[in-house]
């Protein structure tokens, strides 16, 4: 009985997880309607983290009233105890849909086109690899069927997840990001390149200095050499 009961618990509480993991991953996309649709927006896979394939997720439905499908086309001719007709409101074949990310810290944006995911009518994505942490910006451009799109989804709070360090995540170890490695060697290599231009400079100075030496020594000798000429002549009239 023991054991049956701590069954039915080990059950239940892996039922609340699931569910809890499901209503996290809902939060952490935005939805809105745009026009005659509705967009549900965000990461492919949530939480994004620095430097991990990624991309946009987009969730297209039709806010339209629903036409209903012959039941035959689902349920090859076998015949549903429900009258009801079977809805979709999925909106497939889309190909004229892009996406411009933006990485709102630095400014740096690409655009890139949507394709629709095998199987799943109506979900378009397109991946690309975060390189670096905070807040994204997602503007859907071009149309649906005839329906222009210009509408801009930012990562945050209350929207979708922004893309979070590595270092956040990562056990027993924290490792330098790729990112901050690269700088650390752009950092050194330009310190490098100005010490070497400073060496330059001072090298560059000495042999000036040397020169100037160089030559007014022998001004100063040419000067004593006609100085004691002239007193030879001097010397001689007397």
Do not use: W
Not at 134 to 144: H, K, L, T
């Amino acid at each position: 009985m023991f054991l049956f009961n701590r069954y039915v618990c080990t059950v239940l509480l892996l039922v609340v997880l699931f569910a809890v993991m499901g209503v996290r991953s809902a939060m952490a996309h935005e939805g809105r309607n745009v026009g005659d649709y509705n967009f549900i927006v965000g990461f492919i896979d949530e939480p994004a983290i620095e430097g991990m394939i990624n991309g946009v997720s987009l969730r297209l439905t039709s806010l339209k009233e629903k036409e209903p499908h012959d039941h035959n086309a689902h349920t090859g001719g076998v015949e549903q105890s429900s009258d009801d007709a079977i809805h979709s409101n999925a909106v497939g074949g889309i190909d004229t849909l892009e996406v411009e990310v933006t990485h709102i810290a630095s400014g740096i944006s690409k655009l890139m086109s949507l394709k629709e995911s095998f199987g799943i009518p109506g979900q378009y994505e397109v991946g690309f690899i975060p390189t670096s942490p905070g807040p994204y910006r997602f503007r859907f451009v071009g149309d649906i069927k005839g329906q222009a799109v210009n509408e801009i989804f930012e990562s945050g709070n209350n929207t979708f997840d922004e893309v979070k360090s590595a270092k956040e995540i990562q056990f027993p170890l924290q490792l330098s990001a790729p990112r901050e490695t690269e700088n650390a060697a752009r950092g050194a290599l330009e310190t490098a390149n100005e010490a070497r231009e400073d060496a330059a400079n001072v090298a560059s100075s000495a042999s000036t200095g040397i020169l100037l030496g160089a030559i007014a020594l022998i001004l100063g000798v040419v000067a004593l050499s006609l100085a004691v000429l002239a007193f030879q002549r001097s010397g001689r009239k007397a």
